[in-house]
């Protein structure tokens, strides 16, 4: 497959044009042309908002399509980005549109609509069940304030037959409005299928390749899944704890048996942009202090005043820091391989 990143050099005329004349302009031209992307490429392009979902459809698509991901940059903050007009010319070229949804990547919904667009799309927050209205991710918060079940998470990790029923899949974590859904694997997995069924219905003479590449994937997210189980096994029964700046890696601890320690009000600050009150921080400064949390999971791409003092205090107490990002690392784009180094580093803070 082709990989690219998006493109600014479509000119102001060009983006005020009608959606063929975007597309001559450059919409599926340059150096990054779906002709250039294999022997017997089908000439189908993919548009994913982030690199996370774009990498998981060029896993599936193979050399038969283009993957273009508007937001793949290592550093930047999908919640608070703003779109560009190349954006629009992107998604109006594409074939296929993979996005996340749940408010996440809201300027996709937003171009979709005011281009009147009818293009397939796959949008992994609706797979997963995940509306994303709600500010407090949907968790269970008791008495002290923590986002953590009463035992912390009694069910098992997914056990995938890669024969999911799409009607019936239901979102198992208690999380319905927390919009990571990507740190799901059991969702990526589905998602996957999904895309697997829209190239397949797009470019029938191509259909096996996207079936053997979609196995394959899901075979790896089989394995993955299975390294995410372990985390949270220990010799004496117990579950490790984590305290964590933003609720990024929230579906995968949950499928780890981790406790999150974090308190509800520090995710519900982060979510709405605001500084968590002074009490949150206090309790906060209690759980590092005193050695309540085993790791703390650091989302560098959301940094605050209240993360960077958490991040010190951490390293003060030798508490480990691991990070888990919104997007793939410059330099990467597997999505296997991305969540394998993160849950490894994980795995070592933990002692595993």
Known sequence: MTLRNRRHWLTVGCLTATAALITACGGNGGEGDAADAGEG??????????????????????????????IDEAGADP????????????????????????????????IIASEGLDTPAV???????????????????????HEHSEDGHDEEPADHDHDHDHDEHSHEHGAEDNEHVWYDLA???????????ELSELDADNADGYRSNLAEFQDGIDELATSVAELG???????????????????????????????????L??????????AVIA??????????????????????????EMLS?????????????????????????????????LAAALGR
């Not at 954006?87 to 070229?93: M, S, W």
């Open 269 to 278: 600050a982060m979510h709405n942009e605001t500084d968590p009150p002074a």
């Open 283 to 308: 309790e906060i400064n209690e759980i590092i202090d005193g050695g309540e949390a085993d790791v703390m999971i650091n989302n560098p791409q959301t940094e605050t005043g209240v993360t960077n």
């Open 187 to 197: 969702v990526v997995s589905e998602v996957a299928e999904r895309i697997a069924d």
């Open 233 to 267: 096994e220990s010799e004496d029964g117990g579950h490790p704890h984590v305290l964590s700046t933003e609720s990024v890696a929230t579906y995968l601890l949950a499928d780890a048996h981790i406790h999150d320690l974090t308190p509800a009000g520090m995710h």
């Open 123 to 145: 949008e992994a927050a609706a797979v997963a069940g995940v509306e994303g209205h709600s500010h407090d991710h949907g968790h269970e918060h008791s008495e002290d304030g």
């Open 41 to 70: 490429s089908s000439g189908l392009t993919v548009v994913a908002s982030t690199n996370v979902w774009g990498s998981v459809a060029a896993a599936v698509g193979g050399s038969n399509v283009e993957v273009v991901s508007i």
């Open 79 to 110: 919640h608070s980005y703003e779109s560009q007009p190349s954006d629009a010319a992107e998604l109006v070229g594409a074939d296929l549109i993979v996005h996340n949804g749940a408010g996440y990547d809201e300027f996709v919904s937003q």
């Open 313 to 345: 205090r951490a390293e003060q107490a030798g508490m480990p820091v691991v990070e888990f990002t919104e997007t793939l690392p410059e330099g990467q784009d597997d999505f296997l391989a991305w969540m394998t180094d993160q849950v490894d580093a």
